[in-house]
Structure formats: C-alpha cells, structure tokens
C-alpha cells in the first residue's frame, strides 16, 4: 500500500513539474517556408519567405544565404520580418541543382537558432549578363555540404522529450529498488 502510495505522488508530482516546466521550455522553430523544404522548382524564386512559430528578429547582416552548385551563390537583398515571417528577394544564378537556402535569427526569447532548407531547381538560373553556356553544370556536379556546427530543425530533440526521458528512468529506478528491497526484506 505504501509503495501505490509513493507512486502515485511521484507521478503527480512529475505531473506538475513537467506541466509547469514546458512552456518555459518551448522554443520558436521554422514552420514553414518558400520555397519549401526538397522542393522542386522549375523558375528560381524572386523572393522567400521564412514562417516561424514565434516573433522573430535578425541575427546579423547577412541573416539569408542561398548557395547551389558549382559555388552558385544568389544575391539576398535587405530581409524584412513582420512578427514571425522573415520575407528577402532574392536574384537567383547558377545551373539546375540542389541549393541550400541558410538562416540566423533570433526569436523572442533571446535564443538565437540557425538552419537550412534545401530544395531543387530544375532549371538553369542566369543572371541577365550570363550567358547558360557558362553556366550549366557539368553531370556528377556534387551538391554542397552543410557548415560545421550549423543546426537545422530536424537535428534538434525539444527539452522535454528528455525531461520524460529522466523522469521515465528515475522512476523505474525506483520501482526495481523497491522490488528488490521487498523481495529481500
């Protein structure tokens, strides 16, 4: 009875540390954005648009980058952010490929966050003083790789899978020290 007892405080309060711990825990992400991430576009973009889960504010200077192939690099001008929507025209250039469009932000919270969304252009993006035959990649062309210590979204685990994780593990802890104590007492 004393063991019911003692696990059904520990519950409760686990409850309620949990419950009181998750909001403070929370953090913005990226919702959604345009183009969409492992889009495929036939047109390059003229402008993209970030969507977060929470206000948001500019990291620095050069918050959006979008690079491609063959060291494709397309011009981002000044990024605007209306709450929680970061919007850039962009002028895109370079061949057909996989293009990696990188963030840095700063979300309400102070916690700043960056990330990546790759997606594919199936067509050549030239700029007006390019010609495509300079332009096209040659086949086998590899895609680029991701900085070092840069975080996209997917590779983040909340907080609170881990607290329910800690807290999973102490109490089965606790259940096999008391069963075991039982048994030997």
């Known amino acids: ?23 403070a825990l929370a953090h913005s992400e990226l919702k959604s954005s345009d183009p969409a991430r492992g889009a495929s576009l036939a047109t390059p973009p ?11 504010t500019l990291a620095d200077d050069n918050p959006i980058q979008i690079t491609g192939p063959e060291n494709a690099s397309w011009t981002v001008g000044r990024a605007e952010v209306a709450g929680a929507v970061v919007t ?30 790759k997606f594919n252009l199936s067509a050549l993006a030239a700029s007006p003083s ?20 840069e975080t996209t979204p997917e590779d983040l685990v909340p907080a609170w899978v881990w607290i329910v994780l800690a807290v999973a593990v102490v109490v089965a802890g606790i259940v096999v020290a008391l069963r075991f104590t039982r048994r030997k007492g």
């Open 1 to 23: 009875m004393r063991f019911k007892r003692f696990g059904a405080s520990l519950l409760v309060t686990g409850l309620a540390l949990l419950g009181t711990a998750s909001p």
């Open 46 to 56: 003229t402008q993209i648009k970030l969507t977060f889960s929470g206000p948001v």
């Open 88 to 117: 850039a025209p962009v002028q895109a250039v370079g061949p057909a490929g996989e293009y990696t469009l990188r963030y840095k932000v700063t979300f309400e919270d102070t916690h700043a966050a960056s990330g990546s969304v």
């Open 130 to 149: 390019q010609s495509p035959a300079s332009s096209q990649a040659p086949a086998g062309s590899a895609s680029p790789t991701p900085q070092a210590g």
